[in-house]
């Protein structure tokens, strides 16, 4: 229940409009924690509700302490791309909306004319993307030395995406804070460990384990498959399925989301695609014919798809498997959210079988195998997965292992 957190009856009450019944794991660890003032440094995917859990005890602090006199931003907000950081800003203004907090969102891609009101105004709640603020910072538009809190989202992503010099610099820009939050979907890469060190002062380290009704939301899948030539036709017989109603197909390369888009519409299945270097006014237009419904597919790489913020997606398909863990639990997160149901499908050709163990390894859980009748692969199923997994046993199989092995000395001695 969210009542057991001290938040104020106009958040509760935004709260319950939106249709929060109770927290999720995420929320539960840290809005408390958040509330006392702490840095925190927390591991949580898109989808986990970890925006609530950073914007709730945002508010409360804006609440118990208010402005006494105009000025920047109090709190700020920075997150990888345009779209996060507009959906961050509308959730903001849901749950402030019976406050009187004010927020504003700066992002890159758009006049630099049409931030002029929240930079002239009083904004307390500021959410950006590093680049397009960095640049105000530097024409002394902006002055982050209000801000007391700090959210970094997406660490991992700003990173990647190669923000960390702007991050760095609007992070010392911000040095009166009082508190910062790092949020980043997995701490697996060894940067952003280190780039917490940086910018956190003893913080507290919250993980998001989502709960089994939480995971089992969404189901994993894989197809095997001989070639692209027969991954092409299994990913046309899952998108002429009922029930694939809105989908994200993933690939590595721009290339290969190019020719998938020009050889799905040859089989009637019109899709939009995203690749990292698309126009702005372009990647719009595509995520909203997407968003709207009019197209039901989607083809993207992963940097084009960075912050895609859209609820209903009912399935992930993984036309490529990606190279790294991480980046396959990001693709997947994109299903699955506020409470629906969910679907990822990969199609694995035998040189994926590898990252296909370590992402089993990673969930503790095989994907399960589906074979579609009249596409049945030639091959067999490669083992190095399997092989992998025998290697690595747990206590009480190794203990067994090793009670077996004695006695089997044993009786070699008792033959003697
Ligand atoms: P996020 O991980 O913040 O992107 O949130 C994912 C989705 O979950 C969003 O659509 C939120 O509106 C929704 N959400 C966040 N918190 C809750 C909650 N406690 N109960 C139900 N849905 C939620």
Not at 155 to 165: I, K, P, Q, Y
Request: proline share 4%; hydrophobic share 40%; glycine share 6%.
């Amino acid at each position: 229940m969210f009542e057991q957190f001290d938040l104020d009856s106009e958040l509760l009450a935004s709260i319950k409009e939106l249709g929060y019944k109770k927290p999720t794991s995420i929320q539960e660890l840290v809005i408390p924690q958040a509330m006392l003032g702490k840095d925190i440094l927390a591991s949580a995917p898109t989808g986990t509700g970890k925006t609530a859990a950073f914007l709730l005890p945002i508010a409360q602090h804006l609440l118990d302490y208010p402005r006494t006199q105009p000025g920047f931003p109090r709190v700020l907000i920075l997150t990888p791309t345009r779209e996060l950081a507009i959906q961050i800003g509308q959730d903001s203004e849901q749950i402030n909306k019976l406050t009187k907090i004010k927020t504003g969102v700066i992002t890159g891609g758009v006049n630099y004319g049409s931030h002029d009101d929240i930079l002239n105004s009083t904004t307390d709640i500021l959410v950006a993307t590093p680049g397009r603020l960095l640049e105000y910072i530097e024409n002394e538009q902006f002055d982050a030395r209000e801000i007391e809190i700090l959210v970094l989202d997406e660490a991992d992503r700003m990173l990647d995406m190669g923000f960390s010099e702007a991050i760095n610099r609007i992070v010392g820009e911000a040095r009166w804070r009082k508190q910062t939050m790092l949020f980043s979907a997995t701490l697996e890469g060894a940067g952003v460990i280190r780039f917490a060190k940086e910018v956190l002062t003893e913080p507290e380290f919250l993980e998001s384990s989502p709960s089994r009704k939480e995971k089992a939301k969404i189901h994993q899948w894989l197809h095997l498959a001989d070639n692209a030539e027969h991954k092409f036709k299994l990913l046309v017989n899952i998108l002429k399925q009922e029930g694939v109603d809105r989908t994200v197909v993933f690939a590595n390369k721009r290339e290969t989301v190019q020719y998938l888009s020009g050889k799905l519409y040859s089989e009637e299945l019109p899709c939009v695609w995203l690749e990292g270097k698309m126009p702005q006014d372009k990647r719009n237009k595509s995520i909203s014919r997407f968003k709207s419904g009019g197209i039901k597919i989607l083809v993207a790489t992963d940097v084009a798809a960075r912050g895609l913020d859209i609820d209903d997606i009912t399935h992930v398909i993984n036309f490529d498997l990606p190279r790294k863990v991480d980046i396959y639990i990001h693709r997947i997160g994109r299903t699955g959210r506020a409470g629906l149901k969910g679907t990822a499908i990969s199609l694995a050709e035998a040189h994926d079988m590898m990252v296909v163990g370590k992402i089993e390894r990673y969930q503790d859980e095989r994907l399960q195998r589906r074979v579609i009748d009249e596409l049945r692969p030639k091959h067999k199923e490669s083992r190095v997965a399997n092989k992998k997994a025998k290697v690595k046993l747990s206590t009480a199989q190794k203990k067994a292992k090793a009670k077996k092995q004695s006695k089997k000395k044993v009786k070699k001695s008792k033959a003697k």
